[in-house]
DNA sequence: GAATCGCATAAGTGTATGCTTATGTGTAGG
DNA sequence: CCTACACATAAGCATACACTTATGCGATTC
């Protein structure tokens, strides 16, 4: 069940934390670890579990590995989160913000 | 860091279970345990979870203890969606539909 | 082609997590 | 009050998880 493996993944705060860093832009294994004072191998396990749930997605370079935010998983959340749409606050900020961007 | 209690609390199925019975109805603790093979105080432990991750709330009702969605939780696993809008695919149908339910 | 670099994988370890059984707490009813 | 009921909490236990050190594996570089 992918939906078991993406809120496992998001329940690390490292792993969020390499997730939202790669939001900011793609960026190999290496350039995720500066700044972030975890060893290479937990890295790598924390992006291959990031990757196994669809949040992050890898593209060979070379001897290099470049990393970015898989579009899939956050699909999924907003999937998830759109059966529960009944219950939503009328005016979350986050909604409105959500909301005005989708309408473009 | 709520964030954290509301990932880790989804990242267990039986939890996302009662979750999901509860959004289609506010129930008690008893009648959530139907048909769900568990025990009463495990229950109340992952009803206790849910509640921290303010996903779930309660409502004493006599001896009985009313349970139902907490919008609140919801909200803000929107509001961390929110943040990677950047990368939300055009055409998702997930997203289309919680377009048009968020609009009028 | 040997050494180095970027990353993955293996194996081991402490801690967190989800369960169990047992017991406590508060409310309703006879 | 005394029992029964709905639920919470405590304590113990097996497994999962995130980390560590050590090693493997391609790809570049000299």
Redesign the pocket.
């Known amino acids: 069940m992918i939906e078991n493996d993406i809120f ?1 993944a998001l ?2 705060p ?1 792993r969020r934390a390499i997730f939202e860093k790669l939001a900011a832009g793609g960026m ?3 350039a995720l670890r500066e700044g972030m004072e ?12 990031l990757r196994s749930a669809k949040l992050v997605r ?1 593209e060979r370079q ?4 470049n990393y970015e935010v898989d579009p899939e998983g956050l699909a999924l959340i907003a999937q998830w989160l759109a059966k529960y749409r009944a219950y939503w606050p009328a005016r979350i900020e986050a909604l409105k913000v959500l909301l005005k961007d989708m309408d473009q």
């Open positions: 496992r329940a690390d490292t190999n294994a290496s975890i060893s290479q191998p937990a890295m790598s396990q924390h992006l291959s579990v890898e070379g001897r290099f590995v």
